[in-house]
């Protein structure tokens, strides 16, 4: 099982910056793509940003050039760095790998329990 736990989330005003982290634990043998979504009240849950094992990297129109998704490998975290933000970036950020446990074991899905993102003035 990999357990993912998400800090950094809070209260910013617009055009203000936060950084997200996101911690990977647990029986590890290799970690693939990790990503951050986002879900806002009534709203589905939608990609905000994802990076391959490798460092390659992909956006969601709405932030790109605003986020930066970037990771250790080393100590199996993934980060957000989030500037410019928008009153519409309000939602909880949810962090989200693709790991497989043990050698031979298939590709499972793993989700943090999510943090409040919220810009207001």
């Known amino acids: 099982q990999v357990h993912l736990v998400e800090s950094g989330g809070g209260l910013v005003q617009p055009g203000g910056s936060l950084r997200l982290s996101c911690a990977a634990s647990?029986?590890?043998?290799?970690?693939?793509?990790m990503g951050w979504y986002r879900q806002a009240p009534g709203k589905q849950r939608e990609l905000v940003a994802g990076?391959?094992?490798?460092?390659?990297?992909n956006y969601a129109d709405s932030v790109l050039g605003r986020f930066t998704i970037s990771r250790d490998n080393a100590k199996n975290t993934v980060y957000l760095q989030m500037n410019s933000l928008k009153p519409e970036d309000t939602a909880v950020y949810y962090c989200?790998?693709?790991?497989?446990?043990?050698?031979?074991?298939?590709?499972?899905?793993?989700w943090g329990q999510g943090t409040q993102v919220t810009v207001s003035s």
């Open positions: 647990g029986s590890i043998f290799i970690i693939y793509a």
């Open positions: 990076i391959t094992s490798g460092g390659s990297t």
């Open positions: 989200n790998c693709n790991a497989v446990v043990s050698l031979g074991s298939a590709i499972s899905d793993y």
